[in-house]
């Protein structure tokens, strides 16, 4: 019995709450198309920003390029006129710029992700916005008329209107949630903890992630030594 009242109080309840929301349920709807919209033109702003930093980081990588090629030549011209200590700082320099580039390629690819997923996110945004504004514009529509045919006969259709109503406010519900959940999905992603396999490769443990500078030096005198020859 003790169950039997507590379900009937929430089952009160809840009818209460949905009696009372319901003559502002369109104005309800209104507003959070309203907010889908914001929504919408910040993630748009998102993919904007991140257009822009992906650009960024390429010119960042083209710039390397060209410092390693002038970097590579000059340390062959100190070893060809015996400055093998000079040769060896430019190596060292080499094979940080190197470390850089690979770097970037990394980001620039995490970037290209990111850009993508965004932009699915937006273009199924974007369609449920336009979706939600033409049922809503329904509803709208469709209160009206069930006013006028109300008033002009003792039949009432305010449950079509009602049920509408709902079905709107559930999928504006839910169009948030999958927003929500897609990018905490996206910042989940781009968390790549490669921090252990940088330590056992440091320590001997399967192939080495960065070029050394005695690795650049035997590379430079390999390609030195036809000239040479």
Do not use: W
């Not at 690819?109 to 273009?123: D, H, N, P, S, V």
């Amino acid at each position: 019995m003790f169950k039997q009242i507590v379900t009937l109080i929430r089952g009160t309840s809840y009818e209460a709450s949905e009696a009372a929301l319901l003559p502002h349920t369109q104005t309800i709807l209104r507003q959070q198309i309203r907010d889908c919209a914001q929504a919408l033109a910040a993630a748009r702003y998102a993919v904007a920003v991140a257009q822009a930093q992906h650009a960024h980081e390429e010119n960042s990588h083209k710039r390397i390029l060209e410092r390693i090629a002038d970097l590579e030549a000059r340390a062959i011209a100190a070893m060809e006129q015996g400055k093998d200590a000079l040769a060896h700082e430019a190596a060292e320099s080499i094979a940080v710029l190197e470390q850089e580039r690979d770097s970037s390629v990394q980001v620039q690819q995490a970037y290209r992700t990111e850009i993508g997923r965004l932009k699915g996110i937006i273009r199924k945004s974007e369609f449920r916005l336009r979706d939600l504004e033409r049922g809503q514009k329904l509803t709208a529509a469709t209160a009206k008329a069930q006013k006028l045919r109300e008033h002009g006969s003792e039949s009432s259709l305010s449950t079509f209107a009602e049920a509408e109503a709902t079905l709107n406010r559930l999928r504006e519900r839910q169009t948030h949630f999958d927003l929500t959940m897609d990018a905490l999905d996206d910042m989940d992603r781009t968390r790549d903890p490669s921090t252990i396999t940088e330590k056992l490769a440091e320590a001997g443990c399967g192939p080495a992630l960065k070029t050394r500078a005695e690795d650049v030096l035997k590379r430079l005198r390999e390609r030195h030594q036809p000239a040479s020859a």
